[in-house]
Protein backbone atom coordinates (compact mmCIF):
# COMPACT_ATOMS: atom_id res chain seq x y z
CA UNK A 1 0.00 0.00 0.00
CA UNK A 2 1.18 3.84 -0.60
CA UNK A 3 2.77 5.75 2.45
CA UNK A 4 0.61 8.24 3.47
CA UNK A 5 -0.81 9.00 7.19
CA UNK A 6 -4.33 7.70 6.43
CA UNK A 7 -4.73 4.53 8.84
CA UNK A 8 -5.08 0.69 7.65
CA UNK A 9 -8.32 -1.09 8.09
CA UNK A 10 -8.93 -1.18 11.77
CA UNK A 11 -9.24 -5.48 11.75
CA UNK A 12 -5.66 -5.22 9.85
CA UNK A 13 -3.97 -3.60 13.02
CA UNK A 14 -5.89 -5.11 15.46
CA UNK A 15 -6.75 -8.45 14.55
CA UNK A 16 -3.69 -9.40 12.20
CA UNK A 17 -1.17 -10.75 14.35
CA UNK A 18 2.14 -8.63 14.83
CA UNK A 19 2.78 -6.45 17.92
CA UNK A 20 1.48 -3.60 17.35
CA UNK A 21 1.55 -1.98 20.88
CA UNK A 22 5.32 -2.73 20.64
CA UNK A 23 6.04 -1.08 17.54
CA UNK A 24 3.64 2.19 18.77
CA UNK A 25 5.74 2.60 22.29
CA UNK A 26 9.30 2.50 19.65
CA UNK A 27 7.43 4.65 17.26
CA UNK A 28 6.78 7.57 19.76
CA UNK A 29 10.11 6.84 21.36
CA UNK A 30 11.63 7.56 17.65
CA UNK A 31 9.06 10.46 17.44
CA UNK A 32 10.55 11.93 20.89
CA UNK A 33 14.44 12.03 19.49
CA UNK A 34 12.66 14.00 16.54
CA UNK A 35 11.57 16.30 18.94
CA UNK A 36 14.74 16.57 20.76
CA UNK A 37 16.51 16.97 17.40
CA UNK A 38 14.22 19.81 16.30
CA UNK A 39 15.13 21.41 19.42
CA UNK A 40 19.02 21.29 19.03
CA UNK A 41 18.64 22.21 15.29
CA UNK A 42 17.31 25.67 17.18
CA UNK A 43 19.80 26.47 19.42
CA UNK A 44 22.08 25.82 16.70
CA UNK A 45 20.80 27.88 14.36
CA UNK A 46 20.45 30.71 17.19
CA UNK A 47 24.35 29.91 18.49
CA UNK A 48 25.39 30.80 14.35
CA UNK A 49 26.96 26.93 14.59
CA UNK A 50 25.36 25.74 11.70
CA UNK A 51 28.35 26.24 9.54
CA UNK A 52 31.10 25.22 11.31
CA UNK A 53 31.65 21.68 10.27
CA UNK A 54 32.35 22.01 6.48
CA UNK A 55 32.77 18.07 5.66
CA UNK A 56 29.56 15.51 5.06
CA UNK A 57 31.12 12.03 6.59
CA UNK A 58 28.55 10.03 7.82
CA UNK A 59 30.61 7.45 9.16
CA UNK A 60 34.09 9.47 9.47
CA UNK A 61 31.95 12.09 11.31
CA UNK A 62 30.57 9.76 14.57
CA UNK A 63 33.53 10.96 16.19
CA UNK A 64 34.76 14.40 17.43
CA UNK A 65 38.47 15.80 16.57
CA UNK A 66 41.01 13.79 18.94
CA UNK A 67 43.83 15.60 18.23
CA UNK A 68 45.21 19.37 17.77
CA UNK A 69 45.86 18.50 14.13
CA UNK A 70 42.41 17.27 13.43
CA UNK A 71 41.16 20.10 15.40
CA UNK A 72 43.54 22.82 13.20
CA UNK A 73 42.50 21.06 9.67
CA UNK A 74 38.65 21.80 10.25
CA UNK A 75 39.33 25.58 11.84
CA UNK A 76 41.29 26.04 8.91
CA UNK A 77 38.73 24.62 6.54
CA UNK A 78 36.02 26.74 8.44
CA UNK A 79 38.44 30.13 7.53
CA UNK A 80 37.79 29.71 3.70
CA UNK A 81 33.91 30.11 4.18
CA UNK A 82 32.34 33.68 4.27
CA UNK A 83 30.96 33.28 8.08
CA UNK A 84 34.22 33.51 9.44
CA UNK A 85 35.47 36.17 7.19
CA UNK A 86 32.17 38.33 8.30
CA UNK A 87 31.16 37.56 11.09
CA UNK A 88 33.73 35.47 13.52
CA UNK A 89 37.35 36.44 11.72
CA UNK A 90 40.10 36.08 14.50
CA UNK A 91 38.15 34.31 17.22
CA UNK A 92 40.72 31.69 17.05
CA UNK A 93 40.87 27.66 17.50
CA UNK A 94 38.94 28.06 21.38
CA UNK A 95 36.07 29.79 19.33
CA UNK A 96 35.70 27.43 16.89
CA UNK A 97 35.64 25.02 19.23
CA UNK A 98 32.53 26.65 21.37
CA UNK A 99 30.56 26.38 17.88
CA UNK A 100 31.72 23.22 16.61
CA UNK A 101 30.63 21.39 19.45
CA UNK A 102 26.40 22.02 19.19
CA UNK A 103 26.59 21.27 15.53
CA UNK A 104 28.59 18.02 16.18
CA UNK A 105 25.77 17.17 18.69
CA UNK A 106 23.07 18.02 16.43
CA UNK A 107 24.83 15.69 13.40
CA UNK A 108 25.41 13.39 16.26
CA UNK A 109 21.66 13.10 17.87
CA UNK A 110 20.60 12.67 13.82
CA UNK A 111 22.82 9.36 13.43
CA UNK A 112 21.63 8.46 16.97
CA UNK A 113 17.85 8.86 15.54
CA UNK A 114 18.76 7.06 12.12
CA UNK A 115 20.50 3.89 14.82
CA UNK A 116 17.12 3.84 16.93
CA UNK A 117 14.87 3.67 14.33
CA UNK A 118 17.00 0.88 11.72
CA UNK A 119 17.88 -1.45 13.99
CA UNK A 120 14.73 -2.09 16.03
CA UNK A 121 13.11 -2.00 12.72
CA UNK A 122 15.21 -4.81 11.33
CA UNK A 123 14.12 -7.27 14.41
CA UNK A 124 10.76 -6.11 13.99
CA UNK A 125 10.94 -7.01 10.60
CA UNK A 126 12.79 -10.46 11.07
CA UNK A 127 10.67 -11.68 13.85
CA UNK A 128 7.58 -11.28 12.31
CA UNK A 129 6.31 -8.80 14.74
CA UNK A 130 4.94 -6.39 12.08
CA UNK A 131 0.91 -6.11 11.20
CA UNK A 132 0.35 -6.71 8.04
CA UNK A 133 -0.41 -3.05 6.08
CA UNK A 134 2.22 -1.41 8.13
CA UNK A 135 5.53 -2.42 6.02
CA UNK A 136 5.32 -0.22 3.52
CA UNK A 137 5.05 2.69 5.69
CA UNK A 138 7.57 1.65 8.01
CA UNK A 139 9.93 1.63 5.25
CA UNK A 140 8.50 5.00 3.85
CA UNK A 141 9.34 6.52 7.31
CA UNK A 142 12.85 5.27 7.13
CA UNK A 143 12.96 7.18 3.78
CA UNK A 144 11.53 10.12 5.10
CA UNK A 145 14.42 9.89 8.04
CA UNK A 146 17.23 9.39 5.03
CA UNK A 147 15.72 12.39 3.05
CA UNK A 148 15.78 14.45 5.66
CA UNK A 149 19.37 13.98 6.33
CA UNK A 150 20.53 14.66 2.94
CA UNK A 151 17.84 17.79 3.02
CA UNK A 152 19.98 18.96 6.06
CA UNK A 153 23.71 18.95 3.90
CA UNK A 154 21.96 20.83 1.02
CA UNK A 155 20.85 23.69 3.49
CA UNK A 156 24.38 23.54 5.34
CA UNK A 157 25.75 23.66 2.03
CA UNK A 158 24.02 26.74 1.09
CA UNK A 159 26.06 28.69 3.60
CA UNK A 160 29.43 28.05 2.10
CA UNK A 161 28.23 30.00 -1.09
CA UNK A 162 30.17 33.66 -1.75
CA UNK A 163 28.94 36.71 0.89
CA UNK A 164 26.54 34.10 2.63
CA UNK A 165 26.65 34.10 6.47
CA UNK A 166 23.78 31.88 7.32
CA UNK A 167 22.16 29.16 5.25
CA UNK A 168 19.36 29.78 2.91
CA UNK A 169 15.81 30.51 4.54
CA UNK A 170 14.17 28.31 1.73
CA UNK A 171 16.08 25.58 2.42
CA UNK A 172 16.14 25.67 6.03
CA UNK A 173 11.95 26.09 6.21
CA UNK A 174 12.44 22.55 3.64
CA UNK A 175 14.84 21.40 6.57
CA UNK A 176 12.02 22.12 9.23
CA UNK A 177 9.27 21.52 7.04
CA UNK A 178 10.44 18.25 6.68
CA UNK A 179 11.33 17.41 10.05
CA UNK A 180 7.54 18.42 11.39
CA UNK A 181 6.26 15.91 8.56
CA UNK A 182 8.25 12.85 9.86
CA UNK A 183 7.35 13.56 13.37
CA UNK A 184 3.70 14.17 12.36
CA UNK A 185 3.99 10.49 10.39
CA UNK A 186 5.42 9.07 13.36
CA UNK A 187 3.14 10.23 16.07
CA UNK A 188 0.12 9.26 13.71
CA UNK A 189 1.02 6.01 12.81
CA UNK A 190 1.86 4.93 16.73
CA UNK A 191 -1.74 6.70 17.21
CA UNK A 192 -3.24 4.26 14.93
CA UNK A 193 -1.86 1.34 16.41
CA UNK A 194 -2.18 2.44 19.98
CA UNK A 195 -6.32 2.53 18.61
CA UNK A 196 -6.83 1.72 15.56
CA UNK A 197 -10.51 2.57 15.52
CA UNK A 198 -12.72 5.35 17.00
CA UNK A 199 -16.13 3.90 19.26
CA UNK A 200 -19.24 3.86 17.81
CA UNK A 201 -21.45 7.05 18.63
CA UNK A 202 -24.50 7.78 17.84
CA UNK A 203 -26.21 10.72 14.97
CA UNK A 204 -26.11 13.37 17.16
CA UNK A 205 -22.35 13.13 18.57
CA UNK A 206 -21.29 12.32 15.09
CA UNK A 207 -22.11 15.32 13.85
CA UNK A 208 -20.82 17.20 16.75
CA UNK A 209 -17.44 15.50 16.23
CA UNK A 210 -17.96 16.31 12.91
CA UNK A 211 -18.42 20.01 13.25
CA UNK A 212 -15.12 20.10 15.70
CA UNK A 213 -13.13 18.54 13.19
CA UNK A 214 -13.45 20.59 10.58
CA UNK A 215 -12.52 23.73 13.23
CA UNK A 216 -9.62 21.25 14.47
CA UNK A 217 -8.28 20.96 10.30
CA UNK A 218 -8.94 24.93 9.91
CA UNK A 219 -6.58 25.44 13.06
CA UNK A 220 -3.91 22.85 12.20
CA UNK A 221 -3.57 23.90 8.95
CA UNK A 222 -3.00 27.72 10.28
CA UNK A 223 -0.55 26.57 13.10
CA UNK A 224 1.51 24.74 10.21
CA UNK A 225 1.71 28.03 8.21
CA UNK A 226 2.74 29.81 11.23
CA UNK A 227 5.44 27.01 11.84
CA UNK A 228 6.55 27.75 8.29
CA UNK A 229 6.55 31.28 8.59
CA UNK A 230 8.75 31.34 11.74
CA UNK A 231 11.20 29.06 9.97
CA UNK A 232 11.41 32.41 7.11
CA UNK A 233 11.57 34.33 10.39
CA UNK A 234 14.66 32.60 11.50
CA UNK A 235 16.35 32.00 8.34
CA UNK A 236 16.41 36.07 7.78
CA UNK A 237 16.65 36.60 11.80
CA UNK A 238 13.83 38.91 11.45
CA UNK A 239 13.14 38.60 15.11
CA UNK A 240 15.64 40.90 15.91
CA UNK A 241 13.78 43.74 14.39
CA UNK A 242 10.85 45.21 15.35
CA UNK A 243 10.90 44.02 19.01
CA UNK A 244 7.50 45.25 20.06
CA UNK A 245 3.99 43.93 19.96
CA UNK A 246 1.48 44.50 18.55
CA UNK A 247 2.68 47.50 17.05
CA UNK A 248 5.68 46.68 14.47
CA UNK A 249 7.44 50.18 14.76
CA UNK A 250 4.42 52.10 15.63
CA UNK A 251 2.45 50.91 12.71
CA UNK A 252 0.11 47.35 12.78
CA UNK A 253 1.12 47.01 9.08
CA UNK A 254 4.92 48.24 8.80
CA UNK A 255 6.06 50.94 6.82
CA UNK A 256 8.03 48.41 4.78
CA UNK A 257 5.77 45.59 3.83
CA UNK A 258 5.92 46.31 0.33
CA UNK A 259 9.14 47.42 -0.22
CA UNK A 260 10.39 44.55 -2.35
CA UNK A 261 9.77 44.28 -6.35
CA UNK A 262 7.64 42.27 -7.37
CA UNK A 263 5.66 41.70 -4.56
CA UNK A 264 5.89 38.21 -4.00
CA UNK A 265 9.64 38.63 -3.12
CA UNK A 266 8.17 40.11 0.62
CA UNK A 267 7.11 37.05 1.58
CA UNK A 268 10.12 35.88 2.04
CA UNK A 269 12.60 38.31 1.52
CA UNK A 270 11.83 41.44 3.54
CA UNK A 271 12.21 41.73 7.04
CA UNK A 272 9.52 43.72 7.87
CA UNK A 273 7.09 41.44 5.50
CA UNK A 274 8.12 38.33 6.79
CA UNK A 275 7.77 38.93 10.71
CA UNK A 276 4.03 40.56 10.14
CA UNK A 277 3.11 37.56 8.27
CA UNK A 278 4.18 35.14 10.74
CA UNK A 279 2.68 37.55 13.70
CA UNK A 280 -0.85 37.32 11.38
CA UNK A 281 -0.96 33.65 10.88
CA UNK A 282 0.27 33.08 14.63
CA UNK A 283 -3.01 35.15 15.69
CA UNK A 284 -5.27 33.54 13.59
CA UNK A 285 -3.87 30.04 14.11
CA UNK A 286 -4.33 30.81 17.72
CA UNK A 287 -7.90 32.28 17.71
CA UNK A 288 -8.94 29.16 15.23
CA UNK A 289 -7.47 26.47 18.11
CA UNK A 290 -9.28 28.92 20.75
CA UNK A 291 -12.50 28.68 18.94
CA UNK A 292 -12.04 24.40 18.46
CA UNK A 293 -11.95 24.47 21.72
CA UNK A 294 -14.98 25.71 23.14
CA UNK A 295 -17.13 24.28 20.52
CA UNK A 296 -15.33 20.89 21.74
CA UNK A 297 -16.09 21.92 25.24
CA UNK A 298 -19.83 23.15 24.18
CA UNK A 299 -20.47 19.99 21.75
CA UNK A 300 -18.74 17.31 22.62
CA UNK A 301 -18.97 14.80 26.21
CA UNK A 302 -16.37 14.44 28.04
CA UNK A 303 -13.59 12.11 26.79
CA UNK A 304 -10.18 11.85 25.03
CA UNK A 305 -11.55 14.19 21.88
CA UNK A 306 -12.81 17.07 24.12
CA UNK A 307 -9.90 16.70 26.27
CA UNK A 308 -7.17 16.56 23.09
CA UNK A 309 -9.39 19.66 21.96
CA UNK A 310 -8.62 21.71 25.12
CA UNK A 311 -4.98 20.43 24.94
CA UNK A 312 -4.81 22.05 21.38
CA UNK A 313 -6.40 25.43 22.35
CA UNK A 314 -3.64 25.15 26.02
CA UNK A 315 -0.92 24.62 24.00
CA UNK A 316 -1.19 27.22 21.12
CA UNK A 317 -1.67 30.33 23.84
CA UNK A 318 1.89 28.83 25.18
CA UNK A 319 3.17 29.54 21.55
CA UNK A 320 1.74 32.38 21.58
CA UNK A 321 3.17 34.12 24.66
CA UNK A 322 6.63 32.44 24.06
CA UNK A 323 6.87 33.60 20.54
CA UNK A 324 6.15 37.55 22.03
CA UNK A 325 8.13 37.37 24.87
CA UNK A 326 11.07 36.04 22.36
CA UNK A 327 10.44 39.06 20.60
CA UNK A 328 10.26 41.59 23.35
CA UNK A 329 13.31 40.06 24.92
CA UNK A 330 15.12 40.39 21.63
CA UNK A 331 15.50 36.20 21.05
CA UNK A 332 17.78 35.06 23.53
CA UNK A 333 18.99 31.86 22.29
CA UNK A 334 16.81 29.77 25.35
CA UNK A 335 13.76 31.15 24.66
CA UNK A 336 14.04 30.80 20.86
CA UNK A 337 15.15 27.60 21.39
CA UNK A 338 12.18 26.87 23.86
CA UNK A 339 9.88 28.57 21.61
CA UNK A 340 10.77 25.93 18.83
CA UNK A 341 10.22 23.09 21.00
CA UNK A 342 7.06 24.10 22.05
CA UNK A 343 6.11 24.36 17.95
CA UNK A 344 6.12 20.74 18.14
CA UNK A 345 3.97 20.58 21.74
CA UNK A 346 1.51 22.55 19.56
CA UNK A 347 1.66 20.24 16.50
CA UNK A 348 1.26 16.89 19.02
CA UNK A 349 -1.64 18.66 20.12
CA UNK A 350 -3.40 19.40 17.05
CA UNK A 351 -2.75 15.72 15.46
CA UNK A 352 -4.14 14.35 18.89
CA UNK A 353 -7.24 15.94 18.90
CA UNK A 354 -7.49 15.09 14.56
CA UNK A 355 -7.16 11.25 15.77
CA UNK A 356 -9.39 11.15 18.50
CA UNK A 357 -11.99 13.28 16.05
CA UNK A 358 -11.61 10.44 13.31
CA UNK A 359 -14.95 9.42 12.16
CA UNK A 360 -16.20 6.52 14.09
CA UNK A 361 -17.50 3.66 13.17
CA UNK A 362 -21.33 3.01 12.20
Not at 100 to 118: D, K, N, P, Q, S
Not at 280 to 293: F, I, R
Request: hydrophobic share 55%; aromatic share 10%.
Amino acid sequence: MPFDLRSPHPATAQHAGGNPRAIAWWLLGVAAMVWIMVAIGGATRLTGSGLSIMEWAPISGILPPLTEAEWRRLYDLYRTIPQYELVNRGFGLEGFKQIFWLEWIHRLWGRLIGLAYLLPLAWFWASGRIPPGYRWRLLGLLALGGLQGVVGWFMVASGFEPERTAVSPYRLVLHLGLALVLYAALLWTALTLLRPAPAPVGAEERAARLGVRRAVVLATWLLVAAMLAGGFVAGLRAGFDYNTFPLMDGRLVPEGYAMLSPFWRNMTGNVAAVQFNHRLLATLAGLAALGAAALAWCRLPPGRARLACLALGGATLLQYALGVATLLLVVPVWLGTLHQATAVLVLSAALLALHALRAPAR
